[in-house]
C-alpha cells in the first residue's frame, strides 16, 4: 500500500476504529493502540478491497477481533471512567447519551454501535461479532431494553 494511500485512509477511519475500541474496551488508552494495531495490519497487510465500504467493514472486523483476543488474553482490564475520556459531541445530550450507553455491559454496547452508528444490518452484526443472527437480534433487544432502563434511571430527557 502506497503512503498516501494508507494515509488518506487512516485519516478517513481512525475515528471509526477508535469508536469500534472504545466500546470495546472502555478505555481511552487501550482503545488507541488498537487503533495503532489496526492500521498497522491493514499496512502490513495490503488487502485488495472491492470497495471503500469493503475496507471500511474490514477495518471494523480487524478491530473487534483484535478487542476480542486483547479482552481474553489480559482478561477483563482495568478500565477507565468515561468521566476521563473526552469525546466532543455536537450537543451535550449526544454526551449525556454516551455516557449512559457505556455504562452496558460490553456484548450490548457493541451491538448497538454497529447497528445505530455504522449502520450494519443483523446479519452482518452477526457476521462481525461471530454470533447467530439470532444471538445478534437477541443483544439488540435487550440492548435497547437496558437502555432504556438506564435512561429512565438517569432520567434522561434528550
Not at 497487510?45 to 472486523?61: K, T, V, Y
Not at 454526551?95 to 455504522?118: C, D, N, Q
Not at 439470532?134 to 437496558?146: D, H, N, P, Q
Request: some cysteine; overall charge negative.
Amino acid at each position: 500500500m502506497e503512503r498516501e494511500e494508507f494515509n488518506r485512509c487512516a485519516a478517513k477511519y481512525q475515528d471509526t476504529v477508535y469508536r469500534v475500541a472504545l466500546n470495546c474496551f472502555g478505555s481511552a488508552a487501550d482503545a488507541e493502540d488498537a487503533v495503532q494495531e489496526v492500521f498497522l495490519r491493514l499496512y502490513t497487510a495490503d488487502p485488495d478491497f472491492e470497495s471503500e465500504e469493503h475496507r471500511r467493514r474490514w477495518l471494523i472486523r480487524v478491530a473487534l477481533n483484535y478487542c476480542k483476543n486483547e479482552l481474553r488474553r489480559f482478561g477483563r482490564r482495568r478500565q477507565v471512567s468515561m468521566e476521563d475520556v473526552e469525546i466532543p459531541f455536537e450537543q451535550p445530550e449526544q454526551g449525556e447519551l454516551f455516557s449512559v450507553v457505556m455504562t452496558l455491559p460490553e456484548k450490548y454496547r457493541t451491538a448497538l454501535y454497529l447497528f445505530y452508528y455504522e449502520d450494519y444490518t443483523v446479519k452482518e452484526i452477526a457476521e462481525a461479532l461471530e454470533i447467530k443472527i439470532s444471538a445478534a437480534t437477541t443483544r439488540l433487544s435487550r440492548a435497547r431494553e437496558a437502555l432504556r432502563r438506564e435512561l429512565k434511571e438517569v432520567g434522561y430527557n434528550g
